[in-house]
């Protein structure tokens, strides 16, 4: 029988803790973190800074490309949640300067009748602020500013992901009735 104390089962332990895949909250701004304002752009090329729609109402804020497959997987989720809260949330759809334009973005946009904010990210700032893994990345923000929920990838639950937000209202999910 080895020991786990023998060196063989020490660096196997070690490469399953290392190459353990992160979590979404292990990676990107911090859950609980006050959310960062950074200069950006809206797709007309007006400079804004994401502050000014900080700490009025919550935001979700999805880092996208209009050539990312993760981000039209999680598309219908978000249209929904849109459909469902957008009076209460705003949806910011945060355009990376990738492979893209504002123009390229904005054409696409128009094709599919995405709703929501879009804004550029021209220089890399809100995507430094919040330490953006890749695209499909989610940021939930409450009211005041505080980052409720982080993750990525096109299955992400959104409707899980508001929930700290305790907008109730609408259909339940569990049964179709209204809450």
Known sequence: MISLHHPAVRLL???VIVSAPLAAQETGIAVGAMAPGAAVHTLDGRAVNLSTYLGKKPVVIE???TWCPLC?????????????YGDRVTFIGMTVPQNQ???RA???IAKHAMQGVYLFDTDGAASKAYAVPHTSY?????????????????TQDV????????????MSMMDGREE
């Open 13 to 15: 332990a070690t490469l």
């Open 63 to 65: 880092f996208w490309a």
């Open 72 to 84: 039209k997987q999680l598309e219908p989720a978000l249209a929904a949640a849109r459909a469902r």
């Open 101 to 103: 334009t504002p123009e």
């Open 106 to 108: 904005k054409a696409f």
């Open 138 to 154: 989610l940021v939930v923000i409450d009211a005041a500013g505080k980052v409720v929920y982080t993750g990525v990838g096109g």
């Open 159 to 170: 409707e899980a992901a508001l929930a700290p937000l305790g907008l109730g209202g609408g």
